[in-house]
């Protein structure tokens, strides 16, 4: 494992676009979260939910450096060198999910924090710190969705266009939909409705899923995910 972990890290340390990508997360993420706090001007009810604004966009950044990590193999042939150095398939993946979680990781708790700074959130309030943590760990969890499905399905642009539509597919359908027994489900089934549950720190009680519990959700999402991408990778040829 320490070897697969060496050149796990030594691969997404010396792609060029890693560290453009980890850039893009805090920025877009504490940018978005500053112009929604001055838009409201402190007038939201649930203000720690207000400055996390910027998560909903960190998160496609996310996704396409997961997706990169794995399909960017497939596509220039770089996963067949990998599985002749490395023949325990499951390894690989396991240790390419240990290095992009940690990238990942690092990176969400700059630009939730800045975007808690900037926000003028306390963090000694018990919900604003779930709140802070939890996007955090969203964040985490969104990338080792995306790398697992990129693993399932081997292609860089339908990795991206299934993760994307599983995260920004199921609000879009829940907002036009009548019923209110299927719009809670809906609420409860999406892994971004459920997770992003974690940032509500007013009216918990009125919310479909409870913010550990949705936040449990998105992470069954990631370990499906990984799950297929494992069996696939030790069932398929490279």
């Known amino acids: 494992m320490r ?11 010396t792609v060029r676009g890693t560290g453009w990508l980890l850039l893009a997360v805090v920025v877009l993420t504490v940018g978005l979260s500053v112009l929604a706090d001055a838009a409201d001007g402190g007038t939201a009810r649930d203000s720690a939910k207000v400055a996390l604004t910027g998560v909903q966009v960190g998160q496609a950044v996310v996704a396409v450096l997961a997706v990169l990590a794995m399909g960017g193999e497939y596509a220039s042939g770089m996963i067949k060198v990998t599985l002749t150095a490395l023949p325990r398939r499951v390894t690989v993946l396991v240790a390419k999910a ?3 979680g940690g ?3 690092v990176a969400a708790a700059a630009a939730v924090f800045a975007c808690a700074a900037a926000g003028g959130l306390s963090l000694t309030s018990g919900p604003v710190l779930r709140a802070t943590a939890g996007s955090v760990l969203y964040l985490v969890l969104v990338g080792l969705l995306s790398l697992g499905v990129a693993t399932t399905v081997r292609d860089t642009a339908a990795a991206i266009g299934i993760v994307l539509g599983l995260l920004y597919v199921f609000p879009i359908v829940a907002s036009v939909v009548g019923d209110p027994d ?16 974690i940032q509500v720190t007013a009216g918990v009680d009125t919310l479909p899923i409870a913010p550990w519990a949705g936040l449990g959700v998105l992470a ?16 398929r040829d490279a």
């Open 182 to 197: 299927w719009y809670r489900h809906l609420q409860q089934i999406g892994p971004m409705t459920a997770g992003l549950a």
């Open 220 to 235: 069954a999402w990631a370990a499906a995910a990984l799950g297929a991408g494992g069996l696939a990778l030790h069932l």
């Open 3 to 13: 070897r697969a972990l060496h050149v796990e890290w030594t691969k997404l340390r």
């Open 98 to 100: 240990a290095v992009v």
């Open 103 to 105: 990238l990942v990781l």
